[in-house]
């Protein structure tokens, strides 16, 4: 789904990952984590997907929603799992959405 | 493959759409697109994914690289054919990148 945001300005988080090896463990980890994402306050939406890279954009309020995101407990186990057994790279970009417009068929 | 962008502040363009019925004219206008965009003055990088949901970000490195490449002729018949064939919905979002950092697996 394309994430319903309000007017700009707010916030993006780029997720660009390549994962190591299947490990059933980590489809359930990213849905607990999406489930626990969109209950943080400043939270506005996020879009997922992945082929040889995956791509996770999350949107945010404000700066300070998602530095409160990054700390959350649970999160900070999952990016630790992250780096020991689930990517084998990651970058992370944190973006000022400035403008934007779309297009949807009637 | 991630990008290799430099330090920020840089800018991205976050591209979100959703696909109609499979078009074979679509992947090779794309492929054609990114080839093209890669060329452009100001272009940084590109990543790409699609599922449910198709996820494009390039990146860039100021506003008016960006406003050249959307009014790249080849670009604007893409855009109009995007809009009639090939897209149900799209959102595009312009953002400045302010922070970044990765992992990569020695």
Do not use: C
Not at 39 to 54: D, F, I, K, T, W
Not at 79 to 92: D, E, I, L
């Amino acid at each position: 789904m394309i994430a319903n945001t309000p007017s700009p300005p707010y916030y993006a988080v780029i997720f660009t990952s390549v994962r190591k090896d299947h490990d059933p463990a980590y489809e359930a980890m990213a849905q607990k984590m999406a489930q626990l994402a969109a209950q943080q306050p400043g939270y506005l939406g996020m879009e997922s997907a992945r082929e040889a890279v995956g791509i996770t954009v999350s949107y945010w309020q404000d700066e300070a929603s998602i530095k409160a995101w990054k700390q959350q407990v649970d999160h900070q186990v999952a990016q630790q799992k992250g780096r020991q057994n689930w990517y084998s790279a990651y970058q992370v970009r944190v973006a000022r959405v400035e403008r934007a417009y779309g297009f949807s068929k009637p």
